[in-house]
């Protein structure tokens, strides 16, 4: 009987060590953490997005049936001119009236806000088999043709 509970427990052990390991992270969820990622990250989630309301609780806000990015921050971006000419350049980005495009990454816009020259959305993006919510903050130069990124990476406008 002991040799059965040893070899019982030394069995369980071994599958307990043999677990296979991805090297991925434990995904367990806390809610406390679930939502946007802070201006400028780009985190991905596990979780489906929450859809957003329909209705517009905040006058400074748009949601995403009455999206329509000022003209202003509408075109294609990147690092410079040179990139502009290279179509899968990684310093791409496309932004439409209702929508956002990255070198991988794509998705409505569901939200935003302008402030001066600083528009902050918040899209719900699609690449690599995966959708999360993203917000990102963008600073457009006084002659219009520099967009800047929270993180101070800056574009050149590819449409002039």
């Known amino acids: ?34 939502g946007t990622p802070a201006p400028g990250l780009d985190a991905a989630s596990d979780q489906p997005p929450a859809p957003y309301p329909d209705d517009d609780d905040d006058d400074d806000g748009h949601d995403i049936g009455d999206i329509d990015v000022p003209q202003r921050y509408r075109g294609d971006w990147a690092a410079d001119a040179a990139a502009c000419e290279r179509r899968g350049d990684v310093s791409r980005l496309h932004i439409g009236d209702d929508d956002i495009r990255f070198h991988e990454s794509s998705g409505p816009i569901v939200n935003f806000t302008e402030d001066g020259s600083t528009l902050t959305l918040t899209a719900r993006l ?32 590819c449409d002039q």
């Open 1 to 34: 009987m002991r040799n059965a509970l040893a070899m019982l427990a030394v069995a369980a052990l071994l599958c307990a060590c043999n677990a296979p390991d991805d090297g991925a992270p434990d995904r367990a969820v806390d809610d406390a953490t679930v």
């Open 126 to 157: 699609t690449g690599e088999g995966e959708t999360r919510e993203a917000t990102y903050a963008f600073t457009l130069s006084a002659d219009g043709n520099t967009l800047a990124d929270a993180n101070g990476y800056a574009r050149v406008r």
